[in-house]
């Protein structure tokens, strides 16, 4: 969709005032919007002042505030797009490169916040739950799913998922201790066997 | 700390003239209130008007509104008190039986929406979150954790919480698909022998 809209016509006068790196700085700072003060009090005007440009320009590039959030969910979840390719590599070991992985893009704050802002979203918000399960339906699960060879490939996918979520949700923001603090090595070890199995074993 | 405020001096003239039911009133109140409306947007000044009673009643009975909120979280994770007896009947089967409990729980509309304003307050509110921490690291994680013979008790009692909560997640909030639709039983078969796992295996 922001595809298409990019693409349609010729650039508007709006567009050709703000300069071709407009796009990108919208993204972001929706992505920035979005993660600090969450979907409900996130706006189109207060993502354009943030970016420097005209409301009109980020309707042109992406339509409604929930598009907006669309492309931003998206551009947050760049990281687990990575995921397929870690399955896919071997079946052996796949549990520990995905806990590591999982928990490596937890453990930096850079790519924790815009994260933590979607679940946050989702978990008020229809709107935002919408587009989550949009994405993580079509373009995350499903494909980590068509790699895998078992029965049940998309519930065995979504219960993987549903175990790292919740390990993000206890660990990073309700902080339950020993959870809170414990090593990533110890937390790996533990949970490395049960991704396995879902994504590996009948 | 409810207790302490109940069993404090002499009746005050309000809570004589509220009668012995309104304490029980409050509460039940104060959980659809903060169900129906989370945590930010509840009032003591609301929850006094749905149980019918002065606001002043309803701080006589149970202090702030962070305080009130840790009552209904008491009241509404009274089945999760039944928790540590599953466990308790013989390490055999407690996955089995911890998964299917779990999910009946979360089937039951009637105990589903207050977990689920109470999970979604507490990913929104940090007041909320401390209330739940306190809660279920003292009362309910540390109880199942004396319980298991194996290395790491409260860690893994945690991983177990943290798989259950995120099928919650996405199962009923999220409801992505096929999770979402799944039959009980499916779930249960693959998810009991993690839960199985987690507090029983070395």
Same mark, same amino acid.
């Given at each position: 969709?922001?595809?298409?809209?990019?693409?349609?016509?010729?650039?508007?006068?709006?567009?050709?005032?703000?300069?071709?790196?407009?796009?990108?700085?919208?993204?972001?700072?929706?992505?920035?919007?979005?993660?600090?003060?969450?979907?409900?009090?996130?706006?189109?005007?207060?993502?354009?002042?943030?970016?420097?440009?005209?409301?009109?320009?980020?309707?042109?590039?992406?339509?409604?505030?929930?598009?907006?959030?669309?492309?931003?969910?998206?551009?947050?979840?760049?990281?687990?797009? %990575?995921?397929? =390719? @870690? /399955?896919?590599?071997?079946?052996?070991?796949?549990?520990?490169?995905? #806990? &590591?992985?999982?928990?490596? !893009?937890?453990?930096?704050?850079?790519?924790?916040?815009?994260?933590?802002?979607?679940?946050?979203?989702?978990?008020?918000?229809?709107?935002?739950?919408?587009?989550?399960?949009?994405?993580?339906?079509?373009?995350?699960?499903?494909?980590?799913?068509?790699?895998?060879?078992?029965?049940?490939?998309?519930?065995?996918?979504?219960?993987?998922?549903?175990?790292? %979520?919740?390990? =993000? @949700? /206890?660990?990073?923001?309700?902080?339950?201790?020993?959870?809170?603090? #414990? &090593?990533?090595?110890?937390? !790996?070890?533990?949970?490395?066997?049960?991704?396995?199995?879902?994504?590996?074993?009948?």
């Amino acid at each position: 969709m922001t595809a298409a809209r990019r693409g349609r016509g010729r650039p508007s006068r709006a567009e050709a005032m703000e300069g071709p790196g407009a796009r990108e700085r919208i993204l972001e700072a929706a992505r920035a919007e979005f993660a600090e003060r969450g979907y409900d009090k996130t706006s189109v005007r207060g993502i354009a002042k943030a970016a420097g440009v005209d409301p009109a320009l980020v309707h042109h590039y992406f339509g409604t505030k929930d598009e907006v959030f669309a492309a931003a969910v998206e551009l947050s979840f760049e990281p687990a797009l %990575i995921i397929p =390719a @870690i /399955l896919g590599e071997s079946p052996e070991g796949v549990g520990d490169r995905l #806990a &590591r992985y999982f928990l490596s !893009v937890w453990e930096n704050p850079v790519t924790r916040a815009p994260l933590l802002a979607i679940i946050r979203s989702a978990l008020t918000h229809e709107a935002a739950a919408k587009v989550l399960r949009g994405f993580v339906l079509r373009r995350l699960l499903q494909r980590v799913a068509d790699d895998l060879d078992v029965p049940d490939p998309e519930l065995r996918a979504e219960l993987a998922a549903s175990h790292m %979520i919740g390990i =993000a @949700i /206890l660990r990073y923001v309700v902080q339950v201790e020993p959870l809170a603090s #414990a &090593r990533t090595e110890d937390i !790996v070890a533990l949970v490395a066997p049960t991704l396995q199995r879902y994504l590996t074993e009948d």
